[in-house]
């Protein structure tokens, strides 16, 4: 029966597009492996503040042994007003702009880069789809980075169903993330 559910998740796998052992594909491990080597050569630290990605990016981290040298962990804030409780945006923003917002995504990484403690923050939100959200389209994502000299931000308009949708944003702010670190170790910004 073993071999049955084995054959059972490795078909499942195929049809979403993940790997049997780990829920990211080539691009998305790299990533998070490149991530990991820049913020062990920094002596540096990250966390994450999930909300459409539900986890994904802490699973693209642990996925990586020996992780837990750099990786503090994170939370996820699926729900508005944890936004405020757990990454620390503030309410009246989340009021204002709502929770699908570049700021948003901005407070998220800033906020839980603060409570956790880590030398730099990851963040999610977005509208995973397949419906809008509050007018705003499926597949509409922001994904912000902060770290001790500032913050990177990046809207994504992204195309395919809800699990495409979700894989696209941990990529997004895996890349996101190293490009930020890689502009901070250059000789020129220290």
Not at 61 to 88: E, H, M, N, Q, W
Not at 99 to 105: I, K, N, Q, S
Not at 143 to 159: D, Y
């Amino acid at each position: 029966m073993d071999g049955q559910v084995g054959r059972e998740a490795e078909r499942q796998a195929e049809l979403t597009g993940q790997v049997v052992g780990g829920a990211h594909d080539g691009e998305t491990s790299s990533a998070a492996e490149r991530l990991v080597k820049l913020l062990r050569d920094a002596d540096a630290t990250a966390a994450t503040a999930e909300s459409l990605t539900g986890g994904l990016v802490g699973a693209a981290f642990t996925d990586i042994p020996g992780v837990s040298a750099v990786y503090r962990g994170g939370v996820i804030v699926y729900a508005t007003d944890l936004k405020a409780t757990l990454a620390a945006v503030p309410a009246g923003q989340l009021a204002a702009d709502g929770p699908v917002h570049a700021d948003t995504a901005v407070a998220m990484a800033s906020g839980v880069r603060e409570r956790l403690g880590a030398t730099y923050g990851l963040a999610t939100t977005g509208v995973a789809g397949p419906e809008p959200q509050d007018g705003i389209q499926a597949g509409t994502v922001y994904v912000a980075v902060a770290g001790p000299r500032g913050v990177k931000v990046q809207r994504l308009s992204l195309a395919g169903d809800r699990p495409a949708v979700r894989r696209g944003s941990v990529e997004a702010v895996l890349s996101l993330a190293v490009e930020l670190l890689e502009e901070e170790q250059e000789p020129s910004a220290r």
